[in-house]
């Protein structure tokens, strides 16, 4: 299927919407006092709200007009972030993109939500356009929608979407169509389809048969013991699937089999005579297991790293902390790692008096923990000079002190981002 622009269904397509559309849909029915009900109230996915209020509700045309109105007001506030990306769509984006195909969004919902939802979950910095009706507009048919994008982007072109509005609307277009199976469509909605795709991972093999796949991304999270970073992470795991990635999470020390006995090995409390020299090495290889066993591989198939600690804590812990050198150490990890180092890093800052009264009222100390302030307080010194100047690079610095809402809110909009700025940046270089 050799296109050069791909025209994408957003709802039931790439994202899975249903559940902020169908609120919204009773909500409205309720207001308007509808006298009928659509059975499964998926029916509102995809097709025009109007036509549907029509249909499914027997609401008159007035009515049903006065019930978009309503629809879209719960909508503006709460239902469009509802949603989510289906598992495997940033994957096929930034691999149609790396391959020089557009994508461009055609969607029957108000091309300002098409817009705003885009933005949000991550999509509009691997897409090249998006096409759908004015919000005052009654929605026009697929075909039109089309047809509008067609006279924007180069041929030849691909409609994919869910729903049988998408598959008439391509046929009519004169464009071929493939069938997103995965999305609210019934099996029966895919006649005249060219092929049907069972997932993103299907159907990027439909768009692009031969051509390279994009590689992930790898982020770690950073901070002094007792920052919280375990609950943060818990939200960025849920946030970055939100998205639409697959994750691999890890943490360090530890990882695979292997690399999770160097861990006990590391922080067992009988071990006091470790010596620093061999503690450093000792992380070094649990490193280099890690990243050879899971996180490369992972990050070759396209999907998300994300890893608790990496480099950066050795060069804090052992580098400052211990006082080995924060260059001999960087020499040493980038020897175990083959230089592989994240795309992104969140660093939760927290200054150390605050992260130590913090870790002595949850937990019993481990070997690391039982250290003498002067040590977390060297460690944090290296954390603070390592990424000094560098936020907004590699690095997002995060206020751990806040709330820990606040803390999640600060990190989560920091990280979708820089994300975007990382896919702008791959588009540029693409482009050379
Ligand atoms: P862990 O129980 O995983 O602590 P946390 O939840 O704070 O990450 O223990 C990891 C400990 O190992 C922690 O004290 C930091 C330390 N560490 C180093 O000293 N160097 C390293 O390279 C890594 C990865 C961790």
New binding site residues.
């Given amino acids: 299927m050799q296109a050069k622009t791909v025209f994408f269904d957003l709802d039931g397509t790439l994202t899975r919407s249903g559940e902020g559309i169908i609120r919204c849909a009773r909500f409205a029915a309720e207001k308007m006092h509808s006298p009928a009900q659509p059975e499964d109230w998926s029916v509102f996915i995809g097709p025009p709200l109007y036509d549907s209020f029509r249909k499914f509700c027997r609401l008159g045309e007035d009515a049903a007009a006065e019930a978009v109105t309503w629809y879209r007001k719960r909508f503006t506030e709460t239902g469009w972030e509802e949603n989510a990306v289906y598992e495997g769509i940033p994957m096929l984006l930034r691999s149609l993109r790396a391959a020089g195909i557009r994508s461009v969004i055609v969607t029957s919902k108000a091309e300002a939500f098409a817009v705003r939802i885009a933005e949000r979950f991550g999509l509009s910095a691997y897409i090249d356009g998006i096409i759908g009706p004015g919000l005052g507009e009654r929605q026009p048919d697929k075909e039109h929608l089309i047809r509008k994008a067609m006279n924007c982007f180069e041929g030849p072109y691909v409609m994919v979407g869910d729903r049988v509005f998408d598959m008439e609307g391509a046929a009519r277009a004169g464009i071929p169509a493939v069938f997103a199976a995965y999305g609210y469509g019934r099996t029966n909605e895919a006649e005249g389809a060219a092929a049907a795709a069972g997932s993103p991972a299907e159907l990027l093999d439909l768009l692009l048969p031969e051509g390279p796949r994009a590689r992930g991304l790898f982020l770690s999270m950073e ?5 919280g ?2 609950t943060q992470q818990k939200a960025l795991v849920s946030e970055m699937q939100r998205l639409g990635w697959r994750i691999v999470l890890t ?4 990882g695979d089999e292997i690399a999770e006995k160097i ?1 006990q090995l ?2 067992d409390p009988g071990n006091t005579g470790m010596q620093d020299v061999t ?1 450093a090495y000792l ?2 290889a ?2 280099a297991q890690n990243a050879r066993m899971r996180i490369l591989p992972a990050i070759e198939r396209g999907d998300m790293v994300i890893c ?4 950066d ?2 060069v ?3 580098g400052g ?2 006082q080995l050198g924060a260059e001999r150490i960087r020499e040493l990890n980038a020897w175990a790692t083959e230089n592989c180092m994240p795309d992104l890093t969140v660093y939760l800052r927290m200054e150390p008096h605050e992260a130590l009264s913090r870790r002595l009222s949850v937990s019993i100390p ?1 070997r ?2 039982r250290e003498k302030d002067s040590f977390f307080l060297r ?1 944090f010194e290296a954390y603070e000079k390592l990424y000094k100047g560098r936020d907004g690079c590699r690095v997002v610095t995060v206020d751990a002190a806040q709330p820990i809402e606040a803390v999640t809110d600060e990190m989560l909009r920091r990280v979708r981002q820089r994300l975007s700025d990382l896919a702008v940046m791959g588009r540029n270089s693409a482009q050379g």
Wanted: charged share 35%.
């Fill in positions: 901070g002094v013991d007792g920052c970073k375990s943490r360090e020390p530890g861990r590391i922080l503690e992380y070094a649990s490193r608790d600690r990496y480099v804590s050795s804090a812990y052992q902390g211990r481990d690391l923990e460690t």
